[in-house]
């Protein structure tokens, strides 16, 4: 076994490998850019160096600095992680070139399967089963024609030398043919340096399963299982479930007899996954074979009680595998998915900032967190967003989906938006809970996993009464400290001489305003919401939940109570509000929430094409920032007019900053 490794990579699976390689008393160095200086798996490891700037080009995509670093700390082999340069095969061949030892498949084996064309000629010769489509040499418009018609439709074109779902097109008559195989070759050049491209059946409403492999040096292969990949947003993974809940012990079998052939096929030594899409027959095709530690490993890990990491090491120092076929285990069912900063209801926008809250469950027998981040970190906008996988484990796959549901609801992030309520939709989504989902589904029905906007009157006077108890709790406390505790004044039911005892509120949630009467003190309020009007009794707010009857109803939520935000979830639903003044400066209400325009993310103004005292319309573009390698158009909320400039072309603004106003 190594004494000493190096990891190039960062964030979570950096964290992941660094956790195994200390159980077994392996010292580990970690490399950082300019970004990473106080990341997470920089203080968890042994020792960390420099690398370069903050892009991944300049530091974690530099392979000459990771083995320069591997070298001069006396490592002695180098874990991939996933990304960056784990499928790279002139790093692997420089790694060994340079006497250290690259924890993953030989360069030979990467490179057989960095052509999907290749890869798929390779694997029919072997037996395994393949789309039909067109792999050949001869990329002429004419010959590619030809054999889109051979070949039928629906048909998908793909970049031969792709991924990330780049260079990909759905034709569904020949006369779309040649307009889509012009764009996909543009893409391809463009995002590969590479217009080669596959022509392959599109097998409709598909599922997406993968088989983990390992293989050693001895010549020895075998799988551990599969996962479904099937819930799928632009062909990117968003649950992962091991076992499928759509497979027969039959197909289970054959698709594990054809990869390990795959496997096989490749000479393939250590960690790597063969991925298959299988028609709803029953049919399965070979996709590819990803040659790395998959991100979603965990699931394959909870139901075989087995750690793949330390399998890694172990191959890679030239121990054969532990376990043979019939001895795998597999028990229960485990569920991946993943937190991003995100913004679902803009378009998945990817999002950055400071973690200036960030609550998870604790980990359990039931429950698994690998994360990269902690409380105060920042995602930053130069890598993958990713804050943290939850993984959820029981006894069948019901049981599976409660403690995914329950684990979502004690999740909370403050700072960058996150992603916690569309997961929380998928995971009580008929499609999901029935385990009739395809790699399409998402797509064609995502307006039925979008967070629910609207809030229900229960949620408003939860909220309501959370405020107004937390509120009364710390007028007793300052009370209680002063020289008059028994006073009538100092109870917190809003009462005055000459009027009701009525209480004005107003909260701001998902860019409207509520305004509330409130008339009550110590757990019992009348709250009325213009015309309608609940009657809450008995509320006792206890940690972080809230128990009360609504209209006679009794209900118990979980709740959370800040001085600029109250965060709720009923069991099924969260939301946040945020407490406003509830008079205007006239005296008729506070201004509107929406005067302010706001930076979504850290970037760069590009263009401000206002200027104070300018009428401007509702959805009227204001400026645009450059973020993330991608610009952004920020628009006027509302008619009306430009109270002030707060940015100019050229500045660096941070999260949330506010860049213009327009006028109450």
């Not at 970049?159 to 779309?176: Q, T």
């Not at 795998?328 to 926008?349: K, M, N, S, T």
């Not at 989902?437 to 629910?452: A, N, Q, S, V």
């Amino acid at each position: 076994m190594f004494e000493k490794i190096l990891i190039a990579n960062r964030g979570e699976i950096a964290c992941r490998v660094i956790r195994t390689a200390r159980r077994l008393g392996i010292c580990t160095i970690a490399v950082y850019s300019d970004a990473d200086a106080d990341a997470q798996h920089v203080r968890l490891a042994d020792e960390a160096h420099h690398i370069g700037g903050p892009r991944p080009a300049d530091s974690y995509l530099r392979g000459d600095a990771i083995i320069d670093v591997a070298r001069r700390s006396g490592a002695q082999a180098i874990h991939p992680g996933y990304g960056f340069l784990s499928e790279n095969a002139d790093f692997a061949e420089a790694a060994e070139a340079a006497g250290l030892v690259f924890i993953g498949p030989k360069a030979a084996s990467m490179r057989k399967m960095g052509s999907k064309a290749g890869a798929k000629e390779l694997m029919q010769a072997a037996g395994v089963p393949v789309v039909p489509g067109y792999t050949g040499e001869d990329q002429s418009p004419n010959t590619l024609s030809r054999e889109a018609a051979r070949i039928g439709f629906p048909l998908m074109i793909k970049a031969a030398h792709g991924g990330g779902g780049k260079g990909m097109r759905i034709v569904r008559s020949l006369d779309e043919f040649i307009p889509n195989l012009e764009s996909c070759q543009r893409e391809a050049r463009n995002a590969f340096g590479r217009d080669r491209v596959l022509l392959e059946r599109y097998i409709e409403s598909p599922r997406h399963i993968e088989i983990q492999v390992f293989g050693d040096a001895q010549g020895n292969a075998i799988h551990l299982n599969e996962r479904e990949c099937s819930a799928q947003r632009r062909y990117q993974k968003v649950f992962e479930e091991s076992p499928s809940p759509f497979l027969t012990p039959e197909l289970r079998k054959a698709m594990g007899d054809a990869a390990v052939l795959a496997a096989r096929a490749i000479d393939y030594a250590n960690a790597g996954t063969v991925e298959f899409i299988v028609d709803p027959a029953g049919n399965f095709y070979f996709m590819e074979i990803n040659t790395r530690l998959q991100v979603e490993h965990p699931v394959t890990e909870m139901t075989t009680g087995l750690d793949l990491v330390e399998w890694q090491l172990r191959i890679a120092s030239g121990e054969p595998l532990p376990l043979a076929q019939d001895d795998v285990p597999q028990h229960g069912h485990a569920i991946e998915v993943r937190l991003y900063a995100e913004d679902p209801e803009a378009g998945f926008l990817p999002g950055s900032g400071r973690l200036e809250r960030l609550e998870l469950p604790e980990p359990s027998a039931h429950v698994r967190i690998d994360s990269g981040v902690v409380e105060g970190d920042t995602v930053t906008i130069f890598y993958d967003p990713m804050i943290a996988k939850l993984i959820v484990y029981d006894e069948d796959r019901p049981r599976a989906l409660a403690r995914l549901r329950e684990a979502l609801a004690e999740c909370t992030i403050d700072g960058p938006k996150s992603n916690i309520a569309f997961l929380e939709a998928l995971a009580r989504h008929p499609a999901i809970i029935e385990g009739r989902i395809d790699t399409g589904y998402l797509d064609r029905h995502l307006d039925e996993f979008m967070p629910r906007r609207s809030l229900a009157d229960d949620q408003i006077a939860a909220a309501t009464v959370a405020w107004l108890l937390q509120e009364s709790a710390k007028q007793q406390e300052e009370t209680a400290r002063s020289g008059d505790p028994t006073s009538p004044w100092a109870i917190a039911d809003g009462w005055r001489l000459g009027h009701a005892g009525n209480r004005r509120l107003a909260f701001a949630h998902g860019g409207e305003r509520i305004d509330l009467v409130v008339q009550g003190s110590g757990g019992d309020y009348r709250i009325a919401n213009g015309s309608r009007l609940i009657e809450v009794s008995g509320a006792r707010l206890t940690g972080t939940a809230l128990s009360a009857r609504f209209n006679g109803t009794g209900r118990r939520l979980r709740l959370s109570v800040r001085p600029d935000a109250i965060d709720l979830h009923d069991g099924e639903h969260r939301a946040r509000l945020h407490p406003v003044p509830a008079y205007r400066r006239d005296g008729s209400g506070e201004a509107s929430i929406d005067d302010r325009i706001r930076a979504p993310m850290p970037g760069r103004v590009v263009t401000v094409r206002v200027q104070p005292g300018d009428a401007v319309g509702n959805g009227q573009e204001l400026l645009v920032i450059e973020a993330m390698k991608m610009e952004l158009a920020l628009k006027a909320p509302r008619d009306g007019t430009i109270a002030q400039v707060r940015a100019q072309p050229g500045d660096f603004v941070e999260a949330d900053a506010v860049l213009a106003t327009l006028e109450p």
